[in-house]
């Protein structure tokens, strides 16, 4: 390498062979797992899982990543001090399991409990919903030590205080911006 033009030719060259090799990759994946795939966003999804970087797999893929982020359904899950009425914990994520919930509880253990919560005889409160009654999240709650209470079937008051802060969040965040992608709205 002298830095002639041949040789920034042939970088320039090797460059565009490896974009190309890059996309092939991510295509022989998407090949790999049956082609069953529905749409765009959701090779994304399971790409993105497998170790690939959203950018490159948005390229290959022929959609901006501006799209691929265009906020779909964002999830958030809090955990609300309902004496303090302080939020504690959050997670926003593109899915909603039993994981997410986990680490917004994890947030709020590790900022207001440093020493651990065993003991403490701490209580969630939350709805009847998938997430905070799956099996997984229910049994970390027991190994933690903190008894879970769950609101009444049709009974939206049951957990007001936590719906508020969520009301509140969506006036005065969510409603009122135009978050340009995922990064910017966590």
């Not at 919903?129 to 799956?134: C, D, F, L």
Request: glycine fraction near 8%; hydrophobic fraction near 35%.
């Amino acid at each position: 390498m002298n830095g002639s033009s041949d040789d920034n030719h042939y970088k320039a060259e090797i460059e565009r062979l490896q974009k190309i090799i890059g996309k092939q990759a991510i295509q022989i994946e998407i090949l790999k797992n049956g082609g069953a795939i529905w749409n765009k966003r959701e090779a994304v999804e399971m790409l993105k899982e497998t170790g690939y970087a959203i950018k490159d797999v948005c390229d290959a893929l022929g959609i901006s990543r501006s799209s691929y982020y265009s906020a779909g359904w964002v999830y958030l899950v809090i955990v609300l001090d309902w004496y303090t009425k302080k939020i504690t914990g959050w997670n926003l994520s593109l899915r909603s399991r039993a994981t997410e919930w986990k680490e917004a509880l994890d947030m709020a253990i590790n900022r207001e409990f440093p020493g651990g919560v065993r003991g403490s005889r701490l209580k969630l409160i939350s709805d009847n919903g998938s997430r905070p009654t799956a099996t997984s999240f229910m049994k970390d709650m027991v190994t933690l030590g903190i008894e879970q209470i769950f609101t009444s079937y049709d009974n939206p008051k049951g957990n007001a205080d936590t719906e508020r802060v969520m009301r509140t969040i969506k006036e005065e965040i969510i409603w009122l911006n135009e978050f340009g992608s995922f990064e910017e709205a966590k």
